[in-house]
């Protein structure tokens, strides 16, 4: 399924906002689903962390510093997913390797 705006198989937001949480969602077709919220966060501002993204069948596993932080079910077909976007205010370094993102990622306040 190459990038595009208008297909987007997992969006992995963390926020800082009051005491921190994740929101996940799919888009298809140009159009947000119903978000996914875990009332938890994972990372703290300043402190480095890895992150691991494993593409099983039937969900995204995501894992924080060798634990695992959440399950996202598909949305759109698996078999078409085919590559990954990382965007923000992070510094990273990334290996995508039979279904796993690899990537030390500092997590920094964008405003510094």
Do not use: M, Q, T
């Given at each position: 399924m190459g990038?595009?705006?208008n297909e987007i198989a997992?969006?992995?937001?963390?926020?800082?906002e009051e005491s921190?949480?994740?929101v996940c969602n799919t888009k298809q077709l140009g159009t947000w689903g119903s978000e996914e919220k875990k009332m938890q966060m994972p990372f703290q501002k300043g402190s480095p962390f890895e992150i691991c993204?494993?593409?099983e069948s039937?969900?995204?596993k995501v894992m924080v510093n060798k634990n695992i932080f959440m399950e996202y079910a598909h949305?759109?077909?698996?078999h078409k997913f085919n590559?990954?976007?990382?965007?923000g205010g992070t510094v990273h370094r990334a290996?995508?390797?039979r279904g796993w993102v690899r990537g030390p990622v500092p997590c920094v306040d964008p405003d510094v």
């Open positions: 990038y595009n705006d997992f969006h992995f937001n963390p926020r800082f921190g949480y994740v993204f494993e593409v039937s969900a995204f949305r759109l077909p698996f590559g990954i976007s990382i965007k290996l995508v390797h």
